[in-house]
Structures are given as structure tokens and as C-alpha cells.
Nanobody, 121 residues
Framework: QVQLVESGGGLVQPGGSLRLSCAASGIPFDIDVMGWYRQAPGKQRESVATIMSGGNTNYADSVKGRFTISRDSAKKTTYLQMNGLKPEDTAVYYC???????????????WGQGTPVTVSS
């Protein structure tokens, strides 16, 4: 019943742009944090960007100044605008939603299926 539907991934040239979207459904709580993670070949999954319900954002150092995360809380949707893409951005990008219950150690998380982004000439 819970589902995170991602779209917008694909193949892009270095220096190009992509906009990823993720719409959550079936989550019976207001979502505290939405974010994007990625996993490149041979590497562990890493956080790319997160956005809290109040609008505060965090970015990985590698994407600061190039990526912008936003959200529409009413629609339970998050977006990741990716500009100035580099080959090292190539990865499968995963959408995440988190609901907290009073503290950072008490939470429930949900994941999308992942959408591939390839940056290559």
C-alpha cells in the first residue's frame, strides 16, 4: 500500500540537467523528512539531499551549489533539481521519506525503488 513513485531519471551529458520527482502515497502520517540517496556501482548508498517539513535542507558536499531539493508536503512529493551534472553523479537515485516519533532513534522510513541517472558523453 505504501509506495514512493520516482520519475525523471535518464541519460544526460556532462554539464546537463535533470529533475527527479518522487510522489509518496499510502503513508498514514505527515512526513517529517523527504530526501534523495544514491548508490554508484561498487559503492554504498549515500545521502544526497534532505528536506524537512519546515523547509530546512541538507546537501552532500559533493552536490552543494549544483543540486536543489524541494517538496510539496500537501502532495507528499519531493523534487531534486540537478544542474551541472558530472560523470561521478552517475548512480541509482532513491527517494526516501521518514516519519519521526519524538526523537531521531524512533522513526519509520520508506524507500522508493530507485531510478537510474547516467551522466556520460
Amino acid at each position: 500500500q505504501v509506495q514512493l513513485v520516482e520519475s525523471g531519471g535518464g541519460l544526460v551529458q556532462p554539464g546537463g540537467s535533470l529533475r527527479l520527482s518522487c510522489a509518496a502515497s499510502g503513508i498514514p502520517f505527515d512526513i517529517d523528512v523527504m530526501g534523495w540517496y544514491r548508490q554508484a556501482p561498487g559503492k554504498q548508498r549515500e545521502s544526497v539531499a534532505t528536506i524537512m517539513s519546515g523547509g530546512n535542507t541538507n546537501y552532500a558536499d559533493s552536490v552543494k551549489g549544483r543540486f536543489t531539493i524541494s517538496r510539496d508536503s500537501a502532495k507528499k512529493t519531493t523534487y531534486l533539481q540537478m544542474n551541472g551534472l558530472k560523470p561521478e553523479d552517475t548512480a541509482v537515485y532513491y527517494c526516501n521519506a521518514a516519519v519521526y516519533f519524538g526523537g531521531p532513534n524512533s522513526r519509520r522510513t520508506y524507500w522508493g525503488q530507485g531510478t537510474p541517472v547516467t551522466v556520460s558523453s
